[in-house]
């Protein structure tokens, strides 16, 4: 009898070894494999939502019903006025509505109808975003939920906690930043911040410091400002600056004060942190996960739910707040002054064009494509500068910003701008001397 039930354990637990290794591998392949089709060379779940956006009607259609939904439910469900952040994005959604109408009817002034206004916040930043989080949650469980980030985790554990403050499994919050996106990345971090993986303090540095802008993104700002024949280099300079960058600011406020607290007391879920072989201790612990784990079925409908209600709470947000950043950008004398705060670093580090790199700097807060824009007419160096600090800033309003305060995450907007000035700063501090080495 005994021998029976010892088979049987052994038989479950044999295909126990294949789901995670079966879905670890469809969720890397998803998430981490950039493959070449129709022309493009980005990862297949990009390739999903690029292939669905192209479907006749679909952004008018998909972002009119949910920016609509987004605006209006907080007023039916009398959440509106819950707090003083929650009053104001409220009635930054009616201006989202109202101008994503615009964008969809073209009807409205024409400073809005610029195709680098409006119709650019819908149709390049806000369809894309709230397509990809709905469609990149349905394979999000192959990645979170059946023990990959806890393999991986005790790989990376010995390096991802002593320099950033962050558990091993983190590790792939920041990969599918840099080849997925910043909204997938951030589906991933609240996802696991919710079920007690990673404590406030340890989500606010991740949501913070890795979820940056894709690759994909990265080629748009290399070939606007002309740099694109320096691409590897610029690419691994964007990779180091940026998380050089992100292990001081989880050093300094107001990271450093976030508390160790986890998401609605929930049963912390900590990395292990047993002795061993770590290859053993490795599939031991993505092994725990994977028995643990609900069905896919279950797992894909949770995230899906989740993936809609972001795309939702972020959609008009996004819409909003795009559109004015992009207009005071444009149009008023706010960055010109805002820029000022950022020159003295300029003149420090010498870098050509010092009073546009610092209104460049000052503009990622809106949008972090602007700044190439401005700075395309600039000296090499300058140019170069600008390009990496557009990636390792992370923080800007048209879109990521919000994306954040859509999350569970406990991080105010004051903590967002601080974060984000300290960045810039940082960013110029690094990148200066390793462009001026290498160029």
Request: glycine residues 6%; positive net charge; charged residues 15%.
């Amino acid at each position: 009898m005994s021998d029976m039930v010892n088979t049987s354990e052994k038989r479950n637990r044999n295909i126990s070894g294949l789901k995670l290794v079966g879905y670890s591998l469809i969720g890397i392949f998803m998430f981490f494999v950039s493959i070449n089709f129709a022309g493009r060379k980005t990862i297949p779940v990009d390739h999903i939502v690029k292939s669905i956006i192209k479907i006749p009607y679909f952004i008018p259609i998909y972002g009119g019903i949910m920016i609509s939904i987004g605006t209006i439910s907080p007023f039916i469900n009398k959440t509106w006025n819950k707090s003083k952040t929650t009053t104001i994005f409220s009635f930054l959604n009616i201006i989202g509505l109202i101008t994503a109408f615009m964008a969809i009817f073209n009807v409205g002034p024409a400073i809005l109808l610029d195709p680098n206004m409006v119709p650019y916040v819908f149709k390049v930043v806000v369809v894309p975003v709230i397509a990809i989080v709905p469609i990149g949650s349905v394979f999000l469980a192959f990645l979170v939920d059946y023990g990959l980030m806890e393999l991986i985790g005790v790989f990376m554990r010995p390096i991802m906690r002593p320099i950033w403050k962050t558990p091993g499994r983190s590790a792939i919050d920041a990969v599918a930043s840099f080849v997925g996106s910043y909204s997938l990345a951030l589906l991933v971090t609240n996802r696991v911040y919710k079920e007690g993986k990673y404590n406030t303090k340890e989500a606010a540095i991740i949501a913070t410091g890795f979820s940056t802008v894709s690759a994909t993104f990265m080629i748009i700002v290399a070939n606007t400002l002309g740099i694109m024949e320096h691409w590897n280099a610029f690419f691994c300079i964007s990779l180091v600056v940026t998380f050089i960058v992100t292990a001081i600011t989880a050093r300094i406020y107001p990271l450093s004060k976030k508390p160790g607290t986890y998401y609605n007391n929930v049963e912390p879920d900590l990395e292990s942190v047993k002795k061993g072989d770590t290859f053993k201790r490795a599939w031991e612990e993505g092994m725990k996960t994977m028995e643990k784990a609900p069905s896919l079925l279950q797992n894909v409908i949770s995230n899906l739910r989740d993936g809609i209600k972001l795309a939702i709470n972020i959609g008009p947000n996004i819409m909003s707040i795009g559109v004015l950043s992009l207009l005071a950008a444009e149009y008023t004398k706010v960055f010109d002054v805002f820029g000022y705060l950022f020159y003295p670093f300029t003149v420090l580090l010498k870098i050509p064009d010092p009073l546009l790199a610092a209104k460049a700097s000052a503009i990622t807060l809106a949008d972090m494509y602007v700044p190439a824009i401005i700075a395309t007419g600039a000296a090499f160096s300058t140019k170069f500068i600008i390009a990496v600090i557009c990636i390792s800033e992370i923080l800007f309003l048209s879109a990521s910003v919000p994306c954040i305060l859509a999350t569970d995450i406990d991080i105010s907007l004051k903590d967002i701008v601080i974060i984000w000035f300290e960045r810039v700063v940082l960013s110029l501090i690094i990148s200066a001397p390793i462009v001026y080495l290498f160029f």
